[in-house]
């Protein structure tokens, strides 16, 4: 079993910059894969951001290429998402999900392989 809670969310102009984090606890950290989704009202869950176990993979939804950056601290069983270049049509709910990956190279963009959740962290971007 993980638990999950993000922290971070909150109000910022555009072009702006916010960092979320997200802690687990229960497990063994370094044997999950941990992604980033995120979910507008009205909208499907989508993916943003994805890192191994290790952090030697990493993928981005096109939308965020260039300006976030996922990252992860093992020791901490702490995972980042660093936004840079704000902007209105990033207004979401963001969420940090995770499941385990016998690969040290594994990630999903796929929100279905991700089995622990957690409460998600509002951010707000101001035109």
């Known amino acids: 079993q993980v638990q999950l809670v993000e922290s971070g969310g909150g109000l910022v102009q555009a072009g702006g910059s916010l960092r979320l984090s997200c802690a687990a606890s229960?497990?063994?950290?370094?044997?999950?894969?941990m992604g980033w989704f995120r979910q507008a009202p009205g909208k499907e869950r989508e993916f943003v951001a994805a890192?191994?176990?290790?952090?030697?993979?990493?993928k981005y939804a096109d939308s965020v290429k260039g300006r976030f950056t996922i990252s992860r601290d093992n020791a901490q069983k702490t995972v980042y998402l660093q936004m840079n270049n704000l902007k209105p049509e990033d207004t979401a709910a963001y969420y940090c999900?995770?499941?385990?990956?016998?690969?040290?190279?594994?990630?999903?963009?796929?929100?279905?392989?991700?089995?622990?959740w957690g409460q998600g962290t509002q951010v707000t971007v101001s035109s």
């Open positions: 999900g995770t499941y385990w990956s016998g690969s040290y190279y594994e990630t999903s963009m796929d929100p279905t392989a991700y089995d622990y």
């Open positions: 229960g497990s063994i950290f370094s044997n999950y894969v």
């Open positions: 890192i191994s176990r290790r952090g030697g993979s990493r």
